[in-house]
């Protein structure tokens, strides 16, 4: 904190978006075309996991030192990065089951413990684990770290839910919405601390998107309606695009952090 004082507050911006309603529907599309792009490229194009992986890391890389480099919130980019980190957790949990043979309960606990630890490490440097005070390199190392086992954690619980347990995409779709209105109670309606409630809804979100994604996408024989990989794709990155559009018009993308504005 003290060195960030001794820089002009004016240059100082929190790197990631606020969160509003614009920031949950292009998370939710992006978590969907996570699920539905990654299916695309390894099984439609015939990529396979393994190289599918290593295109969408190296993409996601690049990404991520734009990002970084940025040093403030830019739509096109910060997007992005969450549509390739979104792709590329879908990835991670997809080798694990289909390519290691982990179970989907392994692998859950497995994303879920490392998901604890990131945010333990993360609150012992830091105190924090707000998301309107990332505007240093480490926070926003920390941040990127959690959003990935977000996602890894997210596609192994959905996929639990819909295929281990037999609920079907849509039950467990609204399974996942259901406990993400819970959250979202307790913090509107009983003042339940906004940090936790966002990560909640954050990790929630995932799961939630990726059983509706597959819901979209799967054979009508596997409990989908049949649009494929393709069309689903398709849809939300147009959806995204659009919010992306309206996002950089809408502001210019350089909110100072909460924490600067009250020194």
Not at 7 to 25: A, M, Q
Not at 216 to 233: E, H, P, R, V
Request: proline residues 2%; aromatic residues 12%.
């Amino acid at each position: 904190m003290t060195n960030v004082l001794t820089e002009n507050k004016s240059s100082v911006y929190n790197r990631v978006p606020k969160v509003t309603v614009d920031f949950w529907l292009i998370k939710l599309m992006a978590v969907t075309v996570g699920e539905t792009a990654a299916d695309f490229l390894a099984e439609n194009l015939g990529l396979g996991l393994p190289l599918t992986s290593l295109i969408m890391s190296g993409l996601l890389i690049a990404a991520l030192i734009l990002q970084f480099a940025k040093k403030k919130y830019v739509p096109s980019v910060y997007w992005l990065a969450v549509v390739l980190i979104s792709v590329v957790g879908t990835l991670v949990t997809d080798n694990l089951v289909d390519n290691l043979g982990v179970s989907l309960e392994f692998s859950s606990a497995l994303f879920a413990i490392a998901l604890a630890v990131t945010f333990s490490i993360w609150y012992a440097f830091e105190k924090t684990l707000s998301i309107h005070t990332i505007y240093t390199t480490r926070r926003e190392a920390f941040y990127w770290l959690a959003i990935l086992l977000t996602f890894a954690l997210g596609t192994a619980a959905g996929d639990l839910a819909a295929e281990g347990l037999g609920l079907g995409y849509l039950t467990a779709g609204l399974v996942y919405g259901a406990v993400i209105a819970v959250v979202a109670c307790a913090y509107y309606i009983f003042k339940m601390n906004g940090i936790l409630t966002f990560w909640l809804a954050y990790i929630l979100t995932r799961p939630m998107g990726a059983s509706f994604g597959d819901l979209l996408s799967q054979t009508t024989d596997a409990g989908g309606l049949g649009l494929g990989t393709t069309i689903t794709s398709i849809i939300f990155l147009a959806g995204i695009a659009g919010l992306v559009v309206y996002m950089t018009r809408s502001h210019d993308g350089r909110e100072m952090s909460d924490e600067l504005n009250k020194t």
